[in-house]
Structures are given as structure tokens and as C-alpha cells.
């Protein structure tokens, strides 16, 4: 039988059982319109928080100098003012611009502390206003009028005051160097057990105490009468290849600074749009797999249906099997008959989902977005559903006997 009667043949099948076919799309549809929709809203949350990041600048890359765990090297200079006119001669090169934050991320600052010839290295951050009631075993906390001063006072984390005067409690009123300058000691922290130490949510206050305090302006002078900075943002022009200009100014960087042991490293904005597009992707299929799962039952609704066509049909198989039609263009004709439900059931499916996307989008934030792939993928799996479902019932009626068909 030619591909165009089988299609005729299963639309006049279809056409005499109207009611009955309709509702077997039924699970189809809800099926392919729950898959629909969720992708629907992947896409459009996707380009959604794409478009937010690209408005903080791609073309914008920021270089940290990362020392390495192994580095003692505190004192180390990985940027100075003068590198700014060295770097903006490198070709895809349009602005430098050096970052005054203090912190990357939030991250405290690290610096060798002294007590004449007794030496540590201590985590330091600036006073903030939670700090003045910081448990305390000796003296004070730094209170608010010191903090956000440029006094030279500190306050000590209880293991670097016992690394440096064995007894912590002899630090108060004795004057420690820290970034060159001397610093009053006028508190130490509670003491801790760090042997056996395991970071957790539980004990993140234990680690905070391990860390010393020191004035927010007695930092930030100090910080600006050096010449150095902590990192610096370089701005592209467009259409450059990113990788070979960022390696340019890396070099740069090595040449200007040939002293330093640790790596220059970027931060590109393109390269967390590409990570979050896959977690959004992956959590999207993920949940749109689980709400496919409706297929099935439409699935096994459709293999009931083609049961129930070749048991009714039985003797109209006999005739043609009598006539000479094959058992392969009998299998193909119900065959064709199941995928015709389906697909239809699936193109009605995406119509209903990508509505359903609509409305759920006038209460998001986002507007949903219907791509070729997710219709084509969409269409592929209600063509897979019939082919799956209709070739157990397709074989049967291929494999039935025609003289029995006939009189039964």
C-alpha cells in the first residue's frame, strides 16, 4: 500500500471514531502541554537572567592575583599604579581601570603580624558595628567610635596573641606591626579549639573568631599610601577573541612583575552566563521529564485504543489479507494509525502549553519562549509515543490468521 492511502485510510479511521480517538489524545496532550510549558518557562527564565547579567558589561574582565596556598610571601605588590598605561597598550585593549574595593568577594585580608622578633600571619578584616559585641577573654572590643576611625588599636584573635606572647592576656596595651605600622593591642578573642576543625554551619562563628580586627580607616589609609592595588578591570573592544588578549595582559603582568610566585586569574561574566545557562538547562529538562511521565499513561491510553481497533476490525483485516494485502502493510496501516494520534494529540499539546506558559508568565517576571528546538522536541517525542505504544497492536493485526479474521 502507498504512503498516501495509509495516511488516507488512518484519517477515515480516525474521522469514524471521533469521540473515542479524542479522548485518547487526552493524556497525549496534557502530556506534551506540561513538557511544553516548562520548557517554555526554562527558555524564558534563561534569557531572562542572560539578558540582566550581559547588562553589567561582558566586555569587562577583572584580573585577581591569586598567591597560591604555599605562598608566605604577605608583603607581595601583584599590581601598582604604573602597570594601568603598560596594560592599555595591548592590542583588544579599550580601558583599564584599577578597583578600590578592598575585598574580592567578601574575603578578609591576610598580613604577617610581628612582636619584635616573634612573627605570625593573621586574618584581619575592618570593624563593623556586630563586632563590638564579640566575645571577649582579655580587654575590650574595638567600640564604634574607634572602629570606624584611623586609630592604630586592634584586636587580637586569642591564637595569634598566644603565638605572639605565649600568655595572651599579656598583649593588652602592647604595640604589634601589622602592614608596617604599630597597632595597640586592646582585646583578645575567646579562645577556641581548632585541632579537629570541620567547617559547617554550626561552627562558622569559631572560624569568624579567628580572626583580628582592626579600624576601617586605619586599613584604607594605609592601603591608599601604598602604591598598589588590589585588582584591576579591563574593558575589551569589540569583537576581539577575549582568550588571546586576557593571555596578552597575563603576560603583561608576569613581565611588569617578574617577582611574583603566584598566578594572575580572571573573572568573566561570560563564563558564569555559560554555567548557569547548564544548571537552568539541566533543572528544566529535569523537571520536565518528570511531568512527561503523564506520556505514559497517554501512551498506554493509545495502546488500549489500538487493541480495541483490531479486535473490532478483525474481519476488514481478513478481506485484505485475502486479497493480497502483506502483513507488513497491514502492521504499517495501524501503525500509522497510532502515530496520526499522536501527533496530532502533541501538536494540540504544544498549543496548550505554550498558552498555559503565557498566563503562568503574566504572574513572573519573565516571558516565556517557545524555540524551534523545544517544538521539534516536542513533535519528536508524540511521533516516538505512537511508534512505541502502536507496534505491539500493529503487530498483532499483521500476524492475524485471514480465514479466521473473516468468519469471527
Do not use: C
Amino acid at each position: 500500500m502507498k504512503f498516501y492511502n495509509l495516511l488516507r485510510t488512518a484519517w477515515y479511521s480516525m474521522r469514524a471514531y471521533k469521540l473515542r480517538i479524542f479522548l485518547t489524545m487526552i493524556g497525549i496532550i496534557i502530556g506534551i502541554a506540561s513538557v511544553s510549558a516548562i520548557l517554555a518557562i526554562g527558555e524564558g527564565v534563561k534569557k531572562e537572567a542572560t539578558s540582566s547579567i550581559e547588562k553589567s558589561n561582558l566586555n569587562k574582565i577583572t584580573i585577581n592575583y591569586n598567591a597560591g596556598f604555599e605562598s608566605d610571601d604577605v608583603t607581595v605588590r601583584p599590581f601598582e599604579k604604573s602597570d594601568i598605561n603598560e596594560i592599555k597598550k595591548v592590542p583588544g585593549v579599550q580601558k583599564v581601570k584599577e578597583n578600590d574595593e578592598e575585598q574580592i568577594f567578601g574575603f578578609n585580608d591576610f598580613e604577617e603580624i610581628s612582636y619584635f622578633n616573634r612573627h605570625t600571619s593573621t586574618e584581619f578584616k575592618k570593624h563593623e558595628e556586630k563586632d563590638k559585641d564579640r566575645k571577649v577573654s582579655f580587654g575590650r572590643n574595638i567600640n564604634s567610635i574607634e572602629g570606624k576611625s584611623n586609630k592604630r588599636v586592634i584586636f587580637l584573635s586569642y591564637r595569634v596573641a598566644e603565638e605572639l606572647f605565649k600568655e595572651p592576656e599579656k598583649a593588652l596595651g602592647k604595640a604589634v606591626k601589622m602592614k608596617g605600622e604599630l597597632f595597640e593591642v586592646v582585646g583578645i578573642g575567646r579562645e577556641n579549639n581548632m585541632e579537629n576543625f570541620e567547617i559547617s554551619l554550626g561552627n562558622m562563628d569559631q572560624m569568624q573568631d579567628d580572626v583580628s580586627i582592626v579600624p576601617e580607616k586605619a586599613i584604607r589609609e594605609k592601603k591608599k599610601s601604598e602604591n598598589s592595588i588590589q585588582n584591576i578591570s579591563i574593558f575589551l573592544e569589540p569583537g576581539v577573541d577575549k582568550d588571546e588578549v586576557i593571555n596578552e595582559v597575563k603576560e603583561k603582568l608576569h613581565e611588569l612583575h617578574p617577582d611574583v610566585k603566584g598566578e594572575y586569574e580572571e573573572f568573566n561574566l561570560q563564563e558564569i552566563i555559560d554555567s548557569m545557562q547548564k544548571v537552568i538547562g539541566s533543572i528544566t529538562l529535569f523537571v520536565a521529564f518528570a511531568a512527561g511521565i503523564s506520556l505514559l499513561v497517554g501512551g498506554i491510553g493509545v495502546m488500549n485504543i489500538m487493541y480495541v481497533s483490531v479486535t473490532e476490525r478483525k474481519r476488514e483485516i481478513g478481506i485484505r489479507r485475502a486479497i493480497g494485502a502483506k502483513p507488513r502493510s497491514i502492521m504499517l496501516q495501524f501503525l500509522v494509525e497510532a502515530i496520526f494520534i499522536t501527533i496530532i494529540g502533541g501538536l494540540l499539546g504544544i498549543i496548550l502549553g505554550y498558552l498555559i506558559a503565557i498566563i503562568a508568565g503574566e504572574f513572573m517576571p519573565i516571558k516565556p519562549v517557545m524555540t524551534v528546538k523545544n517544538f521539534l522536541g516536542a513533535s519528536s517525542i508524540s511521533v516516538m509515543t505512537g511508534l512505541i505504544f502502536g507496534i505491539v497492536p500493529a503487530s498483532k493485526a499483521s500476524k492475524l490468521d485471514p480465514i479466521k479474521a473473516i468468519y469471527k
